[in-house]
């Protein structure tokens, strides 16, 4: 089989992920890490048995990679994910694909003009349980989206709209196919520079409804979705991968009895089968299920709730990017 050369550029927290399952990945071969943290570089690259930098244009020039996953800060996405686009190597680039719409835009046509597969990391859409209601949901009335955990100070270049929420945007976008026509939200600053809470309330021309609901300042995590179908109740946990369908069905006797059912399909990594489909479409040349059209659009919904929150602290949000609290 024709191993196609892969590569990661930032080996941190996700990154040293995107690594290891690189050296699990049939049709793949890793060449190499890249970080600035030279210490970091050599414990991942040391500990993967593969050569590792601290230089991007040494990286790309001495590894001669073919494909590459940029799991750098926000900030700094578009730059990196441009120069290795410009340099012929297909990309996998984290969510939220860049820090403007413009941005994405620029990527995307670099991207259609060197015919390379450009795919966005929104890891949900890869998650079972996603993949499970994706074939079974077809007429969604209301979404309900909950998504919660403790502080960590480890993600500090941007708020919880772009870090958590863009998640649940791009797969209620996946399930609603429809225009939206209104959004408003709210939120707060509480542990850092940028907002910690947010809610966000969307509007569909065909009169589906979602609230989305984000923090990462409260002590239980949750991570689940909540549909409402005409004739079912449909919940997804994300993190254990399990759906419940209730259903009320009435009796002879006209009275309505609660059915609960809890499909079994198969379970998977998630990353595992992101980073799967992404060699996949590179070998095969084809276009990503989560490709830079999708992270653009759900993009577009962040920015817009980012200023309407902005907008609410009586604040201008500038160049279509998050400005801080």
């Not at 993967?48 to 244009?57: A, H, K, N, S």
């Not at 995307?108 to 998650?127: K, P, T, Y």
């Not at 709730?305 to 801080?324: D, R």
Request: hydrophobic residues 40%; aromatic residues 4%; glycine residues 6%.
């Amino acid at each position: 089989m024709d191993l196609k050369r892969v590569g990661v550029i930032g080996v941190g927290h996700l990154g040293q992920h995107h690594a290891r399952v690189y050296t699990e990945l049939l049709g793949a071969h890793l060449v190499g890490v890249v970080d600035q943290n030279e210490s970091r570089a050599a414990a991942i690259g040391e500990n993967l048995g593969v050569p590792w930098f601290t230089e991007i244009d040494d990286f790309i020039e001495r590894a001669a990679p073919e494909a590459v996953s940029v799991v750098v800060p926000t900030s700094m996405h578009f730059e990196i994910a441009r120069k290795a686009l410009k340099s012929g190597i297909h990309v996998l680039i984290e969510k939220p694909v860049t820090t403007t719409v413009n941005e994405a835009e620029q990527l995307l046509r670099i991207a259609a003009e060197s015919d390379l597969v450009l795919q966005v990391g929104h890891i949900e859409r890869f998650n079972s349980a996603v993949q499970y209601i994706s074939k079974i949901i077809h007429e969604p009335l209301f979404l309900q989206s909950r998504r919660l955990g403790p502080y960590s100070p480890r993600i500090s270049d941007v708020g919880v709209v772009l870090d958590l929420m863009i998640h649940d945007i791009d797969i209620i976008l996946s399930l609603v196919r429809s225009e939206i026509t209104g959004i408003s939200a709210t939120g707060r600053c509480i542990r850092s520079d940028h907002e910690d809470i947010a809610s966000a309330q969307i509007s569909f021309a065909n009169g589906s409804m979602a609230h989305i609901l984000v923090s990462r300042v409260s002590e239980r995590r949750l991570r689940q979705l909540e549909i409402m179908e005409p004739e079912r109740y449909v919940t997804i946990d994300y993190e254990t991968q399990d759906v419940s369908i209730n259903r009320c069905v009435r009796q002879n006797n006209n009275s309505l009895v609660e059915v609960i059912e809890h499909p079994v399909f198969p379970k998977s990594e998630p990353l595992k089968l992101e980073l799967q489909h992404f060699v996949t479409c590179v070998r095969e040349g084809k276009q990503p299920l989560v490709g830079i059209t999708d992270g653009k659009r759900a993009l577009e919904v962040a920015v817009s709730v980012l200023k309407q929150i902005h907008l609410e602290e009586g604040q201008f949000v500038e160049g279509e990017e998050a400005v801080s609290c």
